[in-house]
């Protein structure tokens, strides 16, 4: 028996254009890397306000000043960005919870469970810690109420909680290509690690790769999308935690770091050296900021994990790079706020094309996309939820 909580292949196909329009050109904020901060002048070649006009217009929005930005122009004539609450405003119109695309996980229990009193599936706050307790209790009962609907008795339905990167696609495409499994339930997690099928279109050893973690649906592949890997980054960053639990992001780290590129770039050759360094896997100084006592430590530990001898370079020398970038540390706060605040668009689009290639089989009777967690507890929230033709026996 079809559930009736559904949304059509044609409204998906919709929201998708909806959401790919705007990112064709919000992405040049997205797909920046720290790295590149401050060699490459980002916040003065995108951004005309000042760096604490975002932070307080991002962390501490003002009702009514967010009611006025809406209607403004984002950008000046020179394309850059000058009104926050507009920015706010646009992004917000273009993340998951305002597309009306997603099916309320109330009226999904509702017509799974009726009003049947619920039983407290598990309790599980005594061994797991809040984030993986809320998560689990919440998942094992939408589980354990889907399969009790379809009349599921054996292991017949994937379950995935936070499935990294392609695993998540993968699990789709398992339960397409296996009858005998009646339902999934997937939660992915980690954008930053699918495998884009046009992300290097002029890399024939790369494209000739499958199958691949997004674009999944035709609709979207035949448009040849791609977000890029710094893009699938920025979608990972927990919006709501931020915004509204007020936890801060690792910012030290990433201004290390992108100081780090200045010194590379000054001291050890020219910029295709470091353009080099960027683009290959030597570019990832990895934890060695959690393994230093100061910024001269960092940079020593740094690049020589990188081959470079900074042995000439004095103490002196190296704190005045720190000394010299501190004033513009919050100018990278808030350029990684406003990446935060593009995260549920850029999130909303990978899912979406997953729900669009679930709707595009013949073999799949119902899906739709939930958002079963607390984005505060949970930051990777939404769930695709699909049950295949012939597989659901009435009640």
Not at 80 to 97: C, E, F, Q, W
Not at 189 to 198: A, G, I, V
Not at 223 to 237: D, P, T, Y
Request: with cysteine; proline share 4%; aromatic share 10%.
């Amino acid at each position: 028996m079809p559930l009736s909580a559904d949304v059509g292949l044609d409204l998906v196909k919709s929201k998708i254009k909806y959401l790919t329009n705007f990112l064709d050109f919000y992405l040049k904020i997205a797909n920046v890397h720290t790295v590149d901060f401050y060699t490459k002048d980002v916040w003065n070649e995108l951004v005309a306000v000042p760096p604490e006009a975002v932070i307080s217009g991002i962390l501490y929005p003002q009702a009514e000043s967010t009611r006025e930005g809406k209607g403004g122009s984002v950008w000046d004539q020179s394309q850059k960005l000058n009104n926050v609450d507009a920015y706010m405003g646009i992004t917000r119109d273009h993340s998951l919870p305002n597309l009306g695309i997603c099916t309320p996980l109330d009226d999904l229990r509702q017509e799974l469970w009726g009003d049947k009193q619920k039983e407290m599936f598990l309790k599980t706050s005594t061994f797991m810690n809040t984030k993986k307790s809320h998560e689990v209790e919440v998942m094992s009962e939408m589980v354990a109420c889907f399969a009790n609907y379809c009349n599921i008795q054996q292991d017949s339905m994937v379950v995935g909680l936070h499935t990294c990167g392609d695993l998540a696609s993968s699990t789709l495409r398992i339960f397409i290509t296996k009858p005998e499994i009646k339902a999934v339930c997937s939660v992915g997690c980690c954008y930053h690690l699918l495998s884009e099928e046009f992300e290097l279109l002029d890399n024939k050893e790369v494209s000739s790769q499958g199958p691949w973690g997004f674009p999944m649906s035709q609709y979207m592949r035949s448009c040849a999308w791609h977000c890029g890997r710094n893009a699938r980054m920025s979608a990972c960053l927990p919006f709501e935690r931020v915004t509204f639990g007020h936890v801060q992001l690792p910012l030290e780290s990433l201004f290390y770091r992108a100081v780090l590129q200045v010194i590379i770039k000054e001291h050890f050759g020219n910029e295709e050296t470091s353009n080099t360094v960027q683009r290959t896997k030597i570019k990832h100084v990895g934890k060695i900021y959690f393994k230093s006592s100061s910024f001269v430590d960092y940079i020593r530990k740094a690049t020589e994990k990188l081959g470079m001898d900074s042995s000439k370079m004095s103490a002196n020398l190296i704190q005045g790079y720190y000394d010299r970038y501190m004033p513009r540390m919050k100018e990278l706060e808030a350029f990684n706020l406003l990446k935060v605040a593009l995260a549920p668009c850029i999130e909303g689009l990978i899912l979406l094309d997953r729900l669009c290639y679930l709707k595009e089989q013949q073999n799949v009777a119902w899906s739709a996309l939930v958002q079963l967690f607390d984005p505060v507890k949970s930051p990777r929230c939404y769930a695709i939820i699909a049950t295949g033709c012939q597989r659901m026996l009435a009640v």
